[in-house]
């Protein structure tokens, strides 16, 4: 009985648990519901297809398309998006829409949150680009959103992978979004250069590329921020160019020179590398020495001269040639060109060099002295002329002054060209040698004796002649006597009448009639002589005056009155 009991509860437990395998296999056959998103497990690839189990009495299959080229393995768990249990091939699936499903929550709580979602650039769109955030998601990227610098080349972006913020979402159902991509960029450069700042110190070596020139240097990418390699900073020599020196897109070995983190500001460099060439300069140059160097850059002012690497002079236009006067460095030196100087001083602390070309030579004017005395008579070219005078070539880089006073005695010049042009060969003598003040005079008019003191001689105040009108003025009319001098009638003495106006008695001369005058006064130092005509007449009164009492006194020694005289 027992033994039959026993059989029988074996038969009853073998029987219920065949019908819970049943229960749990037609559980198992159920399918799952339409329009939800289920996990389908990999059972076979094909060429075409991706076949996989989810759950349905057939397995379903999905296009190798939509896996974008990354293909799962068999075994592989995939979601899907069940479109239809019953489709024409077994139930219809699509993980794109699954994807998109699950894409767009993401999208939707990046929003929130403010976090960064992943993206590729696929394409170029008016303004902007084409982002494919996964999902068949497609977002609007704006160009100025586009990178943290210019875009030069907008399809230099196209196929870039990035992290991109979700700047707008018009709808949680339609793929209308807006991202942002420079952002992202810049808040990754501000986490590097903060970590930058954080970890290099002044004098640490750093690695960067050459992102871009300009005048006064070059930027280098350091990681998505940038230092300045300063022109100055490339080399302890002369820099011209900055891309003598650097290439764009050169990867380089810099040291930090500056760090300014409030400014965000990071000095490079490269000469630093080297030791500087001013610690040793006194050790190999000295005032008075005489160096060679070439000319390596020229200015309004003068020219530089490198001694060596790092080591530049000035010579100042001044200190070119002891005799020239030179307009523009250029008209001495070319750049390139090997010169020999004299270093005049220099300031280590400032780094410059005072040198001077001229004082490898010798200075012609210590000399100059014994070679033009004054009262040497020499030949020379007209080689300048001005208002006050004439320049005189009297060998090369050596020019005498002729003053417009000094070219006649008796003539009045009042500019020079009237009486010389440029390139005229004339004699001169010297009459004042300054070699201190580098300076020599000389004229023309002292070649001859002063006619001044000949007229002096000739004719003393109180003397009269016979002179020719040569130009009449409104303060009197000017009178050349026979030897050339000329003198002026003062318009006060031009009538023995003093009632008469100067304007009536002046009608009654003309250029180049001749007149008889009184001479006044000569000043030789000035070389100026004042004739009068109403004293011309009153000279002329009384000497016949006394020529009459003299013929009177020979014919009768009777005495005769003033009246009587006056009166005959």
């Given at each position: 009985m027992e033994e039959m009991e026993v059989e029988k509860e074996e038969a009853l437990n073998s029987k219920s648990a065949i019908q819970t395998q049943l229960e749990e296999s037609l559980n198992n056959l159920s399918n799952p519901e339409e329009g939800q998103i289920v996990e389908g497990e990999v059972i076979s690839i094909?060429?075409?297809?991706?076949?996989?189990?989810?759950?349905?009495?057939?397995?379903?299959r999905l296009p190798v398309a939509e896996f974008a080229g990354d293909l799962p393995n068999v075994g592989d768990k995939v979601s899907v998006f069940l479109v239809k249990v019953f489709g024409r091939n077994g139930p219809e699936i699509s993980k794109t829409k699954a994807d998109a499903k699950r894409m767009w929550k993401d999208v939707a709580q990046s929003f929130k949150d403010k976090t960064p979602v992943a993206g590729t650039i696929t394409k170029i769109v008016k303004g902007g680009y084409d982002v494919n955030l996964g999902g068949d998601i497609h977002a609007f990227l704006p160009i100025s959103q586009s990178d943290s610098q210019k875009v030069e080349k907008a399809e230099s972006l196209i196929g870039l992978k990035s992290q991109f913020y979700i700047e707008r979402l018009y709808s949680d159902n339609k793929a209308n979004v807006v991202v942002n991509r420079r952002k992202y960029l810049e808040e990754e450069i501000d986490a590097k250069r903060d970590a930058f700042f954080n970890d290099v110190k002044i004098g640490d070596t750093v690695k960067g590329t050459v992102k871009s020139f300009t005048s006064f240097g070059a930027f280098i990418d350091l990681?998505?921020?940038?230092?300045?390699?300063?022109i100055n900073d490339m080399s302890w020599g002369h820099v011209a160019r900055p891309k003598d020196f650097v290439k764009k897109g050169q990867e380089i070995e810099l040291k930090v020179i500056r760090l300014d983190p409030a400014e965000k500001r990071i000095n490079l460099s490269l000469k630093h590398f080297t030791e500087d060439p001013w610690i040793h300069f006194e050790e190999k140059y000295h005032v008075e020495d005489k160096v060679k160097g070439k000319v390596t850059k020229l200015t309004d002012f003068g020219a530089f001269i490198e001694l060596e690497e790092g080591i530049e002079g000035l010579v100042h236009i001044s200190e070119f040639s002891w005799t020239k006067k030179i307009n523009k460095p250029s008209d001495m030196v070319n750049v390139g060109d090997e010169v020999e100087a004299m270093i005049l001083g220099y300031d280590i602390q400032a780094g410059r060099v005072s040198l001077g070309i001229k004082q490898v030579t010798a200075n012609p004017w210590d000399s100059i002295g014994d070679k033009y005395p004054v009262g040497t008579k020499v030949k020379g070219k007209v080689v300048k002329l001005t208002n006050a005078g004439a320049f005189i070539q009297l060998e090369e880089g050596i020019d005498g002054f002729l003053h417009a006073d000094d070219i006649s005695w008796t003539k009045k010049v009042k500019h020079p060209g009237s009486e010389l042009t440029v390139d005229q060969e004339i004699e001169v003598v010297v009459i004042e040698c300054d070699t201190e003040a580098h300076r020599i005079k000389v004229g023309i008019k002292q070649l001859t004796d002063d006619p001044w003191k000949q007229f002096a001689e000739e004719y003393k105040p109180g003397s009269t002649l016979e002179g020719?009108?040569?130009s009449i003025t409104d303060f009197g009319i000017f009178v050349k006597a026979p030897n050339g001098i000329e003198g002026l009638v003062n318009k006060a003495n031009l009538s023995e009448d003093r009632d008469t106006p100067f304007e009536e008695a002046v009608k009654k001369y003309n250029v180049g009639d001749k007149i008889n005058v009184f001479v006044v006064e000569v000043n030789v130092e000035k070389g100026k002589v004042?004739?009068?005509?109403?004293e011309f007449k009153k000279k002329q009164q009384r000497?016949?005056?006394s020529q009459y009492m003299a013929q009177s006194n020979n014919e009768d020694d009777g005495a005769f009155t003033i009246g009587e005289l006056l009166k005959k």
């Open positions: 094909s060429e075409d297809y991706v076949f996989l189990d989810v759950g349905c009495k057939s397995e379903g990681g998505g921020f940038d230092g300045l390699l300063h020719e009108v040569t004042a004739f009068s005509v109403r000497d016949e005056i």
